[in-house]
Each structure stands twice: as C-alpha cells, then as structure tokens.
C-alpha cells in the first residue's frame, strides 16, 4: 500500500514557507512520499491562537527579517518580497485550488512560481491578473485562473481549507503533518527528514 | 584573543530551555567556545511584544506538550515538570546569579540541576527552600542561596538582566547571541553549531 502523503500547510505569504516549499518535495522524494500542498489562511489560525503575525511583532519582526536574509544567504534562494508585505493572499490561494481541480499534475510547480512571484521578485499577488500571469509562466490557462479565483466554489474550498486546518489543530505556516505527526516551522524539517528515516521517536 | 562567550539566555520555566541547557555547553566545547548563561524573565519580553507564553496559547501549548514529549524520547532525557508548569522563577533565577557571583565555577551545575529539578523532578521552585536544596545537592550552601535570592541586590540583577535582553532585542527562550548573531530557539542550535563550523553566510 503506497504510504500518505505528506501533508504542507502554509500561507503564500509565509516567508517561512517560501523556503520549505523549495524544499519539500525533494524531501518527501528522498523518502518515497508525496505532498499535498494546503494552502490556507494563516489568519484565520491567528484568531484562534491570538498570535499576531511575524511582522506585526515588536522584535520578532526584526528578527525574522535578519533570518530570512540569512537563510536565502544560507540556501542561494533569492529573497526579495514587496515592500508592503505581508499581504493577504486570496488571489493566489484560490488559484492554487482551482488548478488543483483542473490540471493537477501543474500544481507544484504552480505553487513555487507563486513563492518565486512574491518572495524572489516582489510581484503584487493581490492583483489576480499577476496571479494568472504566474500561472502562464509554468502553462497554465491564464484567463481560466481568473475566472477561477474569483468563483465561488473557489472561495469556499479555501474557506474549507482553512476550516480543516485549524480543525487539525495546524496554526503555523510551514505547518507538516506526515502520518498525523505535526511539525511546525522550516526548523523542524530535519526533524521531519529524522522522523521519515527512523519511523519516528 | 579568547573568542567571546556564546550568550544563552533563557527563562527556567521553558520547556525548549531545559533541552538546550542539557546542549548548550558540549556544543560551545566542540567549538572551543564558553557559555554564559543569563536567566531572565520572558515576562518581560512579552509584555514589549504582546506574545503569550507556549502555554497559555491555544493550539500551540498542546503542540509543545507533544513535542516535549518527543524531544524527551529523542534526547533520552525525563521530562515530567509540575503539574502548576510553568511558574513564575524568580527565586531560581536571583539564586542563579547569587551564585555566579559567590561560585562561578559552579553557575553551570547549579543551572542544570535547577532544570533537571523542575522539568524532570516536578520539584516546586516556587519555594526558595527548594531553590536552596537544590544548590545544596551540588555542593552550594543551602543558607547562602537562601539568604542570596531574597537580597536586593539579586532582585536588582535579575531586573538588569531582564532589561538587558530587551536591549539585545532577545525575546525568547532559548536565545543565543554569538558574537551579536542571534538565534531563537532549541530548533535553531544546529544552525548555530554550523554558524560556528562555518564562520556564518
């Protein structure tokens, strides 16, 4: 029987997440998984938690952002976002859901290119026609995503989405779940990786 | 020249502090660096950036018992702290720096043993009678730390390390600085061990 796949939960707008989703499926790979990648609303888990996000955080906002810059150094990604982020990714998040229903096989890389947008090229993802230009980029129907982001069936599969989430009791972005066993943060993937290759502690 | 001093500064009632201080000093070691470690109280952090502790945060504080449990049967260390957990550790923390002025060789030992009592004994260090035998037991007179934590001086110490690790924008526990480069969390120890390794990105 094929094992589970790893389940990704994240917000486009998680610098964090930025760097796991370059990552992650190598990982999984490197042990016979797959992913399942989830976006959602990590403000929707702030309400339940009471957090409020990295770069609204005295210090914390300082801190995050001398560790991206150190990880992107760390990694070779590049590491550029818009000078307003964070911005609330609706656009992309339902996009990533309509592709999802119709070219499945698109949605990773669809899903990185959106990362790479935002993160590495500072493009506006609140603007859906650069969410769809995105999405042109890696072949997919830009119209279609348009169409599809601002659909209903989109916006309550999000909704659905980040419903699901907090019902997992998944309030961070990278957010893992591989078998049930959660791993918060792009910090804990070599204990995921550690996990993965011993079956666990 | 001795290279500085690792900083480790930490709240005795975090959970992720205890496993690094059973860490801390073997890693500085393999690196020829010392440590020094400066309790403070995360309160204080928090009140400048509005964060909740671990355990009063919905969601997360049944994340961290999960993974203090895992890290527990990973590390091979007990962890089984009181039933009140966490406390409030004023009397730990000035009895911590009343020794560092009258033992210096013995802070280390004296802060593990602190840890080991709390999160691996369920030992009350609300009560300075504990604090006070708990330094007996590693070879530190009971009265003198007795007498030590309740002194206006530690009381002032304590408060200027609080104030310190506001200064150095530290906001958790653990929190390293070394060299002035900061790293938060038990999850981060092995990018500081590389940061040494490597000489940093």
């Not at 998984?33 to 957090?51: H, I, N, Q």
């Not at 916006?155 to 989405?161: F, N, S």
Request: with cysteine.
């Amino acid at each position: 029987m094929a094992k589970s796949p790893i389940e990704f939960w994240f917000d486009f707008s998680s610098g964090y997440a930025y760097f796991a989703a370059m990552a992650v499926d190598d990982l999984a790979a490197r042990h016979g998984r797959e992913v399942s990648w989830r976006p959602y609303m990590l403000g929707v888990a702030f309400k339940k938690t009471g957090v409020r996000g990295l770069s609204s955080t005295p210090m914390k906002s300082d801190y995050a952002r001398l560790d991206w810059a150190r990880l992107a150094r760390r990694t070779g990604l590049p590491f550029q976002p818009p000078a307003n982020h964070p911005i609330v990714q609706l656009p992309a998040s339902r996009a990533y859901y309509w592709v999802e229903e119709t070219a499945p096989e698109k949605t990773h890389d669809f899903g990185r290119a959106l990362f790479h947008a935002y993160f590495a090229e500072a493009r506006d993802l609140a603007d859906p026609a650069v969410v769809a230009a995105v999405g042109a980029e890696v072949g997919l129907p830009a119209a279609g995503i348009e169409a599809g982001l601002a659909s209903e069936p989109m916006k309550a599969k999000l909704k659905a989405a980040s419903d699901e989430a907090i019902s997992k009791n998944v309030f961070g972005s990278p957010f893992f779940l591989c078998d049930g066993e959660p791993f918060w943060g792009f910090d804990r993937m070599d204990m995921l990786e550690e996990w993965l290759e011993t079956g666990g502690w």
